[in-house]
């Protein structure tokens, strides 16, 4: 059983930054790919981005690219979100995730039914 506990977010002004940390405990962190999740009020939650098991391959959705980053660090069983660049559309509950595939491909990584395991979800808001 792999335990999530995510923290970083918070409230930043339109153009801000933020940094999601989301630390694993119970499993081989090493094992698992890590995705990130949001979800905002009235909507289903939706991908963001996710990194494979060494963090090589990293997939990021549209609405992240070139502003986010998923970076893993598997010494510290933790995995990070760089947002850079908000915006009041980023506003929502944003929750990581681990699930034990290789993530080939976008649609493979992004799919919601492939991870197991999620944490509470941190609130990140951005006002303009």
């Known amino acids: 059983q792999v335990q999530l506990v995510e923290s970083g977010g918070g409230r930043v002004q339109a153009g801000g930054s933020l940094r999601l940390s989301c630390i694993a405990s119970?499993?081989?962190?090493?094992?698992?790919?890590m995705g990130w999740f949001r979800q905002s009020a009235g909507k289903d939650r939706e991908f963001v981005a996710a990194?494979?098991?060494?963090?090589?391959?990293?997939f990021y959705a549209d609405s992240a690219k070139d502003r986010f980053t998923v970076l893993r660090d598997n010494a510290k069983n933790t995995v990070y979100l760089e947002m850079n660049s908000l915006e009041p559309e980023d506003t929502a509950v944003y929750y990581c995730a681990a699930g034990d595939f290789e993530p080939t491909w976008y649609s493979t990584a992004s799919a919601f039914s492939r991870y197991k395991y999620w944490g509470q979800g941190t609130q990140v808001t951005v006002s303009s």
């Open positions: 990194t494979s098991q060494s963090g090589v391959s990293r």
């Open positions: 119970g499993g081989r962190f090493g094992s698992y790919s």
